[in-house]
């Protein structure tokens, strides 16, 4: 252990060990399996860097992040131990080069993507090497569970087979419910590995929901009142992050763009600009970020909900990895759980997937809506054991008076119904509000008793309201293109006058409303 920490402060400059770190590289160096669960941001990199550096023979490490393996390599050769990789984008010519190289003795680390390994020269080439240890990276890919399964990383486990002797065997992942790391445990045939869970608590976010709000004008007053702050804005897809983007440009914002429409120099070009503050905001699909390592992301706002638990946690997770206070803000839409069910609906996983993708989707919808600590959610969601309330998410310092909103409530429900239950929340919204629309005039709509019925509330509250009112259930938006609203029972048992219903006033609504008095 003295000489992995003698790496550690020559080779990569850190005086000690962090929490997990120190466990699994001595736990590698004594020859046992391992398997790391960090959050993002934890440092798992150095629990096989620090062990290859340390060992003879060659280290293999295993990631689908080819375009980070370049940045990898290219640090690690500047930390003085020789590394290389072996993925789709070298020519033959370099991989003849590289081949022999590898051969020849000439690395301590070789990246290799996992199609890679499939290949029969790899094969051949790994009987010959002296492989000691081979580190799986983000080893969730291994999990039919997971958010990322890869059919790839399921013949890691044979390809590892023609190493002689057996290596030690450590997998990473900053993401894995009990489920997935069983996954990994056997699909990995890891022999009683050593197992560290860092705590997914991170103190220094705060994680919030925010319900029925303007997206766009809570966005412009969020990025407007941090002006020297860098943030990511997540959505889902590339459309709506073209849109956002060019939104923000157009108020004097320093934002850019990144999806995978992009051409790969543009994309390269933006994180550059991003990593080096000259951008403050990217706007960005899932695309980007796997593995971006700024430190001083200040918020992480997510205009979309995200897919499940692991990939928003990940990306929110993405906030203040220098340890400074970072806010984690999910602006919720029931329109966007459509969009999600849409992309699963056209996703390529066969049923059994999609039913496991519907499953991880409730669980990011159950995390909109709990009253419960969020911070305390997540943790739980990954199987950990409960912690203290964190005291700063938005359940947390939810204090807000619960008003009584009964009676809009029902005027919203009645409408709906007089409205036959055949139009979506913006024309809803139009007709509470008594608008002089061509389109309610011509179904005749300014002829309901309802009509005007919440004319003294701007649209935008009233599409709130709608808003929260399905989020909590009172109504539900049909699974088409044009979402339509319907009543639920509960909406019914408010009509007829047997329930009540109490909300919380979204934040940007009630400062809104505070600035017109
Ligand atoms: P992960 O892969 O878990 O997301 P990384 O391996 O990229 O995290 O590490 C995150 C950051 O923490 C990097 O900037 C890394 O250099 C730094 N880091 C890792 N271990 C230590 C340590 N023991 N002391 C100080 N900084 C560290």
Not at 21 to 42: H, K, N
Not at 132 to 149: M, N, R
Not at 280 to 299: E, L, P
Not at 468 to 483: E, I, N, R
């Amino acid at each position: 252990m003295q000489q992995a920490k003698q790496i550690l402060k020559t080779a990569f400059g850190y005086d000690s060990f962090r929490t997990g770190q120190e466990e699994l590289v001595s736990g590698i160096l004594a020859g046992r399996d391992a398997i790391g669960v960090m959050p993002t941001g934890a440092g798992k990199s150095i629990c096989y860097q620090v062990p290859a550096a340390a060992m003879d023979g060659i280290t293999l490490v295993v990631s689908p992040l080819i375009s980070l393996m370049k940045d990898q390599v290219d640090a690690l050769n500047q930390t003085g131990i020789p590394t290389t990789f072996i993925n789709s984008t070298l020519t033959a010519a370099q991989l003849n080069t590289r081949f022999r190289e590898i051969a020849d003795g000439k690395y301590k680390l070789v990246y290799v993507a996992p199609e890679r390994l499939e290949s029969e020269r790899f094969g051949r080439l790994l009987g010959e090497l002296h492989i000691p240890f081979v580190a799986v990276d983000e080893a969730h890919c291994v999990s039919q569970w997971g958010h990322d399964f890869r059919p790839s990383y399921m013949s890691i486990s044979r390809v590892l087979g023609l190493i002689r002797p057996r290596p030690v065997v450590a997998a990473f992942t900053a993401t894995a419910t009990d489920k997935v790391k069983e996954d990994i445990v056997r699909h990995l045939r890891l022999q009683d590995p050593v197992r560290v869970t860092t705590g997914y608590a991170r103190d220094n976010l705060s994680l919030s929901v925010l319900k029925g709000a303007d997206k766009k004008a809570y966005l412009a007053d969020y990025v407007r009142s941090r002006p020297n702050d860098c943030g990511i804005v997540y959505a889902s897809t590339r459309r709506e992050v073209e849109d956002i983007c060019s939104y923000l440009v157009k108020l004097g914002v320093r934002a850019g763009r990144y999806h995978a429409g992009l051409d790969e120099e543009e994309r390269a070009r933006g994180q550059e600009m991003f990593l080096y503050d000259e951008l403050k905001i990217m706007v960005a699909t899932n695309a980007f970020g796997m593995g971006i390592d700024k430190s001083n992301v200040r918020y992480v706002i997510h205009y979309n909900i995200p897919k499940n638990v692991e990939s928003y946690y990940q990306e929110a997770g993405r906030a203040g990895r220098d340890g400074e206070p970072g806010e984690c803000i999910l602006l919720y839409a029931p329109q966007d759980v459509m969009t999600q069910k849409f992309l699963i609906e056209q996703g390529e996983g066969d049923e059994e997937r999609k039913t496991i993708e519907y499953g991880n989707l409730h669980g990011m919808v159950e995390y909109c809506h709990t009253t419960e600590c969020l911070q305390r959610y997540i943790v739980r969601y990954f199987g950990a054991s409960d912690g203290e309330a964190c005291g700063r998410c938005s359940s947390c310092t939810d204090d807000r008076e619960v008003a009584d909103v009964t009676l809009d409530a029902q005027k919203v429900f009645s409408c709906v119904a007089r409205m036959k239950q055949r139009f979506g929340i913006t024309m809803t919204a139009k007709v509470l509000r008594g608008a002089n629309d061509a389109k309610v005039r011509q179904f005749g709509f300014e002829q309901l008793p309802t009509y005007g019925a919440l004319s003294s509330r701007k649209e935008k509250d009233i599409v709130g309201l709608i808003n929260v009112l399905v989020a909590d259930g009172y109504m539900k938006l049909t699974d088409s293109q044009y979402p339509v609203l319907t009543l639920t029972m509960e909406a019914k048992a408010v009509l007829e006058g047997k329930e009540q219903v109490f909300q919380r006033v979204a934040p940007t609504v009630r400062s809104a409303s505070r600035e017109e008095q």
